[in-house]
Nanobody, 121 residues
Framework: QVQLVESGGGLVQPGGSLRLSCAAS????????MGWYRQAPGKQRELVAT???????NYIDSVKDRFTISRDNPKNTVYLQMNSMKPEDTAVYYC???????????????WGKGTLVTVSS
């Protein structure tokens, strides 16, 4: 069994910062790409940022220069540093990871349960 557990969500004022963390645990052989998605009320889930196993990153345009994704491979953890936050960043943020549980099995996607981020004054 593999679990992804997010933390760090909460209420922040416009212009403020938050740091999300997501730790993977369980039967893990290798973690490939990791990422953060978000789903705002009434909208579809969207990809926010991804990071490969060799730390190559990708962001949606709306968060470039404000958000930074990083990972700590020995800790099986991915982070999302969010700065200069805007009300439109309000959403439930989900962690995603492509994980191989054995060298005999193909990797598959795993998801966290989400953490709520609210940007409001």
């Amino acid at each position: 069994q593999v679990q992804l557990v997010e933390s760090g969500g909460g209420l922040v004022q416009p212009g403020g910062s938050l740091r999300l963390s997501c730790a993977a645990s369980g039967s893990i052989f290798r973690i490939n790409a990791m990422g953060w998605y978000r789903q705002a009320p009434g909208k579809q889930r969207e990809l926010v940022a991804t990071i490969t196993s060799d730390a190559s990153t990708n962001y949606i345009d709306s968060v470039k220069d404000r958000f930074t994704i990083s990972r700590d491979n020995p800790k099986n953890t991915v982070y999302l540093q969010m700065n200069s936050m805007k009300p439109e960043d309000t959403a439930v943020y989900y962690c995603n990871a492509e994980i191989r549980t054995s060298r005999f099995y193909n990797p598959r996607d795993y998801w966290g349960k989400g953490t709520l981020v609210t940007v409001s004054s």
